[in-house]
C-alpha cells in the first residue's frame, strides 16, 4: 500500500481511534490499494476475476482473453466459491437493448455485492450509446451508466470503485489497455467514470515488454513539483525518457530531478512569446518524434469575480489556456507529432462543475476539455491521441495550505471518503501515454474518487 496523508484512515482503523470515529459519526474511509513501480506482464495475476454477460454481448471472448494474458483467475459469475473473496468484476453488458435485458444487472451483481474484497475493482461494458439508432437501444446503453455511477457509489465505502467503458462494436481489440487500468489498483481514485472506447484513432503496434515506453520521449511542463513531479516519475519508470519542463525560478529541483530520472530539464516560461519556439528547437536537436506531451503547468489566481483584476484573470488565460495552444501549434508545425504519439491535458474538477472564487481557472479548465475534444478528431486520422486528466481533491503541498474545515470537506465529498495522491493522477496520465491507449481520445476523465461535485 502507498502512504498516505489522511490521518482519519488510521484513526478509523486504530483499535481504540476507532470505536471513536464511529462513535462521532465520522466516515471511515479504507486505505487503497495502489501498485508501485511500472505496469507487469502479468498485471493481474492470482487475482479473482467473475466475469458475466448479458445475452447477445459482443466483448466477452475479447475481455476474457484479456484477462487470462494478464494472469487473471477468471471465473463465471454471479456463481462463487464463498471461501475467497471475489477482487475484480467484469460484466459485458453490450447486449443491452431494452428494458428487460438492463434486469441482468441486478440479477449478476446481487449475488456478488457481499463477497466484493476489499478496494475490489468493477468494470461494466455497454454499447456506445451513439451507436445505438433504436431510442429503446439508447435508452437501455446509457441506463447503464446510471446503474455504473450508483454502484461505485455503494462500493466507495469499503474502498472499492466501479467504472463504465462504452465500447465501439469495432473496437473490442482495443480492450486491453483500458481492462489493464480498470481492473488493477492503478485506477484506486478513478471511480463512477464512464470512458469511450473507439476505433477513430489508428493503433501502433503495442511494446509488450515490460517497460511500456522503453525508448519513448515524453515532455512533462510544471515537472518540477506536485502531479508534474509524479508524472515525470511515472513515465520514467515506464521507460520513457523525460524532459522535465518549468520555470527558471524551479531550476534546481528540475535539475534534480532530471538527474535522478536519467532525463533532461528545460527551465522555461512557457508563458513568453518565444517558448514554443525555444521548446521546439530543444526538441529538434533531440529527437524527430514526441511520443508524450503532457501539458501539467498551471497556476491559481484566486478571487471572487467581483474583485478579480485583469491582471490575475490573463495571467491565468497565459499559463493554463494560450500557452498549450501556442506549444501545440509550435509542435505540430514542425511534425514532432506523429503516429502513436499521446498528448494529455491537465484539466480540473473545477472546469467540471466550477468553484466559487475561480471563475478565472475554471474557464481556462473547461476550455482545454473543449480544445482536447475537437482537437482529438483532427489528430484522429494521423494515429494521435489527446486528452484531458481532471483531478478533485489531490493530496499535495498546496493543498495543504488550506484552512482545516475547507480541507476536510474536500477529502470526504466523494465516494472514497479521501483525497488522492499524487500518484493517482500520475497512473491515469500513463495510462493515456501507453501504446495500448489508441481506443481513448477526444476526452476528459476524472480522477477523483468519485467527487459529488459535478457528479
Known amino acids: 500500500m502507498t502512504p498516505h496523508s489522511d490521518p482519519l484512515i488510521d484513526y478509523a482503523a486504530g483499535r481504540w481511534t476507532g470505536p471513536v470515529v464511529r462513535f462521532l459519526g465520522l466516515p471511515k474511509p479504507v486505505q487503497l490499494k495502489r501498485e508501485a513501480g511500472p505496469y507487469r506482464l502479468n498485471e493481474l495475476e492470482n487475482h479473482n476475476i467473475a466475469v458475466g454477460a448479458v445475452e447477445g454481448s459482443y466483448a466477452l471472448d475479447a475481455v476474457k482473453q484479456a484477462l487470462q494474458q494478464m494472469g487473471g483467475m477468471v471465473r463465471p459469475g454471479p456463481v462463487w466459491d464463498n471461501s475467497s473473496k471475489v477482487e475484480i468484476v467484469v460484466f459485458d453488458a453490450t447486449g443491452c437493448r431494452d428494458v428487460a435485458s438492463l434486469s441482468q444487472l441486478r440479477t449478476f451483481f446481487v449475488p456478488l455485492m457481499r463477497q466484493l474484497a476489499e478496494c475490489a475493482r468493477i468494470v461494466v461494458l455497454a454499447a456506445d450509446p451513439l451507436e445505438c439508432e433504436q431510442p429503446v437501444a439508447r435508452a437501455a446503453a446509457t441506463g447503464i451508466e446510471g446503474f455504473v455511477r450508483t454502484l461505485a457509489k455503494e462500493v466507495g465505502r469499503k474502498g472499492s470503485t466501479a467504472n463504465l467503458l462504452y465500447v465501439s462494436r469495432d473496437a473490442v481489440d482495443r480492450l486491453d489497455g483500458p481492462l489493464r487500468f480498470f481492473c488493477s489498483h492503478r485506477s484506486a481514485y478513478v471511480s463512477g467514470r464512464p470512458v469511450r472506447v473507439g476505433n477513430e484513432v489508428k493503433p501502433v503496434t503495442s511494446n509488450k515488454e515490460a517497460l511500456r515506453l522503453k525508448g519513448k520521449i515524453a515532455v512533462v511542463t510544471g515537472a518540477a513539483r506536485g502531479l508534474g513531479q509524479a508524472t515525470a516519475i ?64 498551471g497556476i491559481t489566481r484566486d478571487k471572487m469575480l467581483a474583485n478579480m483584476t485583469e491582471a490575475q484573470w490573463e495571467l491565468v488565460m497565459a499559463v493554463n489556456l494560450k500557452a498549450i495552444i501556442d506549444i501545440d501549434a509550435a509542435v505540430d508545425a514542425a511534425g514532432l507529432l506523429q503516429a502513436g504519439s499521446r498528448e494529455i491535458c491537465l484539466s480540473s474538477i473545477s472546469g467540471v462543475a466550477g468553484n466559487a472564487g475561480q471563475s478565472n481557472y475554471a474557464t481556462s479548465k473547461a476550455a482545454l476539455m473543449g480544445y482536447a475534444s475537437a482537437r482529438g478528431k483532427l489528430l484522429a486520422a494521423d494515429g494521435i491521441t489527446i486528452n484531458c486528466v481532471a483531478p478533485g481533491f489531490i493530496e499535495t503541498e498546496m493543498t495543504k495550505k488550506i484552512p482545516l474545515m475547507i480541507r476536510e470537506a474536500g477529502r470526504r465529498m466523494n465516494a472514497l471518503s479521501q483525497g488522492g495522491l499524487p500518484r493517482d493522477v500520475a497512473e491515469l496520465v500513463t495510462f493515456l501515454a501507453l501504446p495500448e491507449s489508441s481506443g481513448v481520445s477526444a476526452q476528459t476523465i476524472r480522477v477523483c474518487g468519485q467527487a459529488m461535485l459535478g457528479a
Open 234 to 297: 511515472r513515465l520514467a519508470e515506464e521507460g520513457a525518457k523525460v524532459i522535465c519542463v518549468d520555470v527558471p525560478g524551479a531550476k534546481a529541483a528540475l535539475d534534480e530531478l532530471a538527474a535522478q530520472l536519467g532525463g533532461e530539464s528545460l527551465a522555461l516560461d512557457i508563458t513568453s512569446a518565444d517558448a514554443p519556439t525555444i521548446l521546439v528547437q530543444f526538441l529538434l536537436k533531440k529527437t524527430q518524434v514526441l511520443d508524450v506531451l503532457v501539458h501539467n503547468a
